[in-house]
């Protein structure tokens, strides 16, 4: 248990401290105004306060991922609590930050413009359709795995619930952000919370015993720690759907002093939740050989939440979980209508252009619920880690751009380029190729996409030296 709260301890100090400095590498300017100000339209773009804007902005990006995420990784054991603590920090700290002010830099810019700014256009283009098609498959992930869950506490059919999920998202896409999504969020926030605190207190109480840390692989099909538990511990420690919801809040920050704490701030907060859930997972069942016969995540869940709480408050457990979900599939669609808002330029303060855009991708969305959940899961998690390493690319050419501290964001930028280029290659839904072969080639890659980094950067800053000397 030690490992536990010392663990827990990091991240806070990680705020604290390494947030301070990124926030001081980005440059943060307290006199500039925001778009929320300059461009406020009433829908999309307003000035909300810091909590509520906080509060927002972690439940998009708690879905799933945290929770379900952090249970499958607890199968690698206490090493999971090692890439939550440095991912958070190091890595999705450092990204969503990034993601959320590169946006609050250029009007509230969605992920894909904000890559074609750094990067080029055809970074950009490829951009616009890889975060729209991550978006909808997480809109359908996030509509199909609280309609599980919900079916189990009411015995409702789940086609009612998956209609009901349905119907609230494409008004929570389409009204104005201060209509529904900032009115209910409090509500489900209370919920998350009961569940993170619960769930701490319940194990401590009843005396299960949280494993201290170990650097041991005690996964019981032996699947390596990497390149496999950074894909699937993502949104507990760094990931790219992060990306794509950060401008909604980026339309709505009122002064750039309070982005560490609603975009930093959030993925800390996301890795807190990620880590009482991996230890859940593993103090519960006593091994990760019991964890893994214990059927899938959300039974995992299910089986947990009741051990250690009991009654009512297994109820608000699993309200809390069905709440993460939930608040990130709404905006999973209400972010992808904005990315193609953007790149087709077309205004959305009338009604008539949102529902243009919405009632397309939610027919694609309903038709993608046919298909099987862990397939759609899996190439999610390649692609959401990804966009991850792209985004991370992007704030690295950005720093170089204003002659910042490039190494916050290049050196995890390699890092994760490794681990996607490994994973694809090696992968069972990737090439399948044999490790000897995966492992030296997806490592090299990141040398070379860092060394072809640093040839850029330094033709770039020869080029303002000879503007300076001329």
Known sequence: MVTFFLSIAALILGYVFYGKFVEKVFGVDEGRQTCAVTMNDGVDYMPL???????????NIAGLGPIFGAVAGAYWGPAAFLWIVLGSIFAGGVHDFFAGML?????????AEIVGRYLGTTAQNVMRVFSVVLLVLVGVVFVTGPADILVGITGWSKVTWIAIIISYY??????????LIAKIYPIFGAALLFMGVGITIGLIVKGYAIPEMTLANLHPGGKAIFPFLFITIA???ISGFHATQSPIMARCLPNEKLGRRIFYGAMIAEGIIALIWAAAAMAFFGSTQALSEAGSAAVVVKTISVGVLGGLGSVLALLGVVACPITSGDTAFRSARLAIADAFDLKQEKYRNRFYIAIPLFAIGVSLMFI?????WRYFAWANQTLAMIVLWTSAAYLVKNHSFHYIASIPATFMTAVTMTYILIAPEGLKLPASFGYPVGIASAFLAFGWFMYKAAQQNKKVLETVTQ
């Open 49 to 59: 306060d810091w909590k509520r804007s906080f509060l927002i902005q972690f439940l």
């Open 372 to 376: 099987d959940f862990a397939i759609i």
């Open 235 to 237: 949104c507990g420690a």
């Open 170 to 179: 494409l008004l929570a896409t389409v009204l104005p952000i201060d209509k």
């Open 103 to 111: 946006s609050v830099r250029h009007n509230g810019e969605t992920i």
